[in-house]
T-cell receptor
């Protein structure tokens, strides 16, 4: 069975602080995909990143960076110099690659509050 | 603009009534999904459809029904058999192949009164 654990439930930081959101996953698949989504107060889930299991290179996109480590089954997300607009719920998800379908198993989400 | 449209945004239902949530996409995606979100629970898969006229149960399908008569449409009916229907419902779509990114609509809030 697949599982995604986001042990942090709520994080509060002051603007301009760096913050790391942790994600640990479990899967028996050798090929899998990991995702991060952002859910602002409006409710829509916004796609942030997709990473396949064969690509362990870290990725940076502006103030966002992701650290994928297969050895620890982790896919952590860091926001550098956080801003108030970063306040949202962040979900890590794992894609099921059995069969032909693309289905996601989600963690429970981390509520990030960035204070001015 | 391309995207996924859900309606209504807010819906109130009396106990014992069925209600249907609409989901339309113009992304030409083959696969469509319905997820339910409860506070502190993350998202759980209700139903998904890979092609027209075919769909499969997800993890929490009891009390729900779907249809997929057109590629762009995947309505969800919350039936009176659903014990705790009050939740936030998210529709999504993807190209369908394993590992493809799943994109989400803006969601629908259902409250049972």
């Amino acid at each position: 069975a697949q599982k995604v654990t986001q042990a942090q439930t709520e994080i509060s930081v002051v603007e301009k602080e760096d913050v790391t959101l942790d994600c640990v996953y479990e899967t028996r698949d050798t090929t899998y995909y990991l995702f991060w989504y952002k859910q602002p107060p409006s409710g829509e889930l916004v796609f942030l990143i997709r990473r396949n299991s064969f690509d362990e290179q870290n990725e940076i996109s502006g103030r966002y960076s992701w650290n994928f480590q297969k050895s620890t089954s982790s896919f952590n997300f860091t926001i550098t110099a956080s801003q108030v607009v970063d306040s949202a719920v962040y979900f890590c998800a794992l894609s099921d690659t059995t069969g032909a379908n693309s289905k996601l198993t989600f963690g429970k989400g981390i509520t990030l509050s960035v204070r001015p | 603009d391309g995207g996924i449209t859900q309606s209504p945004k807010y819906l109130f239902r009396k106990e014992g009534q069925n209600v249907t949530l609409s989901c339309e996409q113009n992304l030409n995606h083959d696969a469509m999904y319905w997820y339910r979100q409860d506070p502190g629970q993350g998202l759980r898969l209700i139903y998904y459809s890979q092609i027209v006229n075919d769909f499969q149960k997800g993890d929490i399908a009891e009390g729900y029904s779907v249809s997929r008569e057109k590629k762009e449409s995947f309505p969800l009916t919350v039936t009176s058999a659903q014990k705790n229907p009050t939740a936030f419902y998210l529709c999504a779509s993807s190209l369908g192949d394993s590992g493809n990114t799943i994109y989400f609509g803006e969601g629908s809030w259902l409250t049972v009164v």
